[in-house]
């Protein structure tokens, strides 16, 4: 990535691509939350930042004024490639959403546990014998594209290429066009195929149930169902995968946080809870298309808006001792997956991989710690999570537990 | 907003309703307390039953407000008795 612009101040001229941010983003915010609630960037053709958790969820009640068929923060702003229905509003929003919803309820996402659960001791097999290991490489981003291509019912092997996919459309496409719309051709192509396949011979996954479903009767075109799986590839890869790695990064960080979910592994769901508002990893866009004020600053149509989940979850005003991670928080009102009609589809499909990959991750590996002089490296953009997480595992951690 | 004390209530005398235009289905309310919540085919939120609060679950049902992303759960405390 070529060298950007430094930030002169981040009230006025933020960067979410600069290396200050994607290193470390949470002084940045709870200076912006205290200072500049809503700050300003005339970067990427004009942003907002929205950091509290009370403006934050006005935006995103709001469809009248934002709108979500862009959500994505690129340079130049390029035509937008619809996702249904993550990039739709209402009233088509609805029955779009509502066909999907049956197959990601809690009760649905309980089938692929057992799988989840397996995927995670095979992987876990080669590492725990060892010494040392990528808890984000070896580990954490593993498990999303395997548990999401069961769903879908592809080959458990792209996982290379869904990754290079991720990559290239969330974070080399923010600047780079041309790696996004390669992204957007090659998996319009790979996708044509299987819809394709399935026509001729249904299975029971998700690609099957799409090339057949209706709405209003009507079957949905091939660009819908594209742009859907598209949406569901992209989005169950790289939030999982960075919430898994930012659980690891946690507790290899926390000793005693650490022990004592090994101690106490029902307290696990609720920890996940808590690691979901701390380390939220998604950062959401929405476009302005009608002239607005947000907590007194006034908010100019055809800019972008970027709602911080993350920083709204560690808003003061709405969680005491919001920088702090409590793992038997309770209660919690976290937004890490969204407000409003955008409620992330796959939320509980996320809990249950996070819950079920620190459950085999702790009874197999106890004892793990951050390696000595680790560099561990974050994802940049509007998705975050450890893509290089080194750890040292088991005895030879040494005086480090 | 959320903990805020509450007095303890007799049994029967709070009832639970949730607002169906603001739930999203997040499904906290299920995972606090399964006893007063169920969920639909969409996976979005119901109160079981005409939503009255059985005795002992007076903790839960404020647990299961205060959890609530969208604010979609009222507790109501019923007149009289």
Known sequence: MPTRPPVTDWGSDFDHLDPAWTDNPYPIWDELQQKCPIAHTDRYMGVYFVSRYEDVRAVALDAEHFSSRAIAIREGRPPVVPAPPITSGPPAHSAQKKLLLPAFTPDAIRRYEPQTRAICRELLEPIAGRSSCDGAVDYAQEIPVRVIAAMLGVSPQSGDLFRRWVHEFLELGVTDRNAMERAVAEMRAFFAAEIAERRKTPREDLISFLAEARIDGRKLDDEHITGTLRLLLLAGVDTTWSMIGSCLWHLANHPDDRKRLVAEPALIPTAVEEFLRAYAPATVGREIVKETQINGRQLKEGEMVMLSFPAANRDPAAFPDASRVVIDRSPNRHAAFGLGIHRCLGSHLARMEITVALQEWLAKIPDFAMAPDAKVTWSAGQLRGPRILPLVLGGSMGQQS | ?81
């Open chain 2, 1 to 81: 907003m959320s903990s805020k004390p509450h007095r303890l209530a007799g049994p029967g005398l709070l009832r639970v309703q949730i607002d169906r235009e603001r739930c999203q289905g997040h499904a906290r309310c299920v995972a606090v307390a399964s006893e007063l919540f169920r969920l639909d085919a969409f996976g979005n939120a119901h109160e079981i039953g005409d939503g009255t609060v059985p005795a002992g679950l007076e903790v839960k049902v404020r647990l299961a407000a205060a959890d609530c992303p969208e604010l979609a759960i009222a507790i109501i405390e019923k007149q009289g008795a």
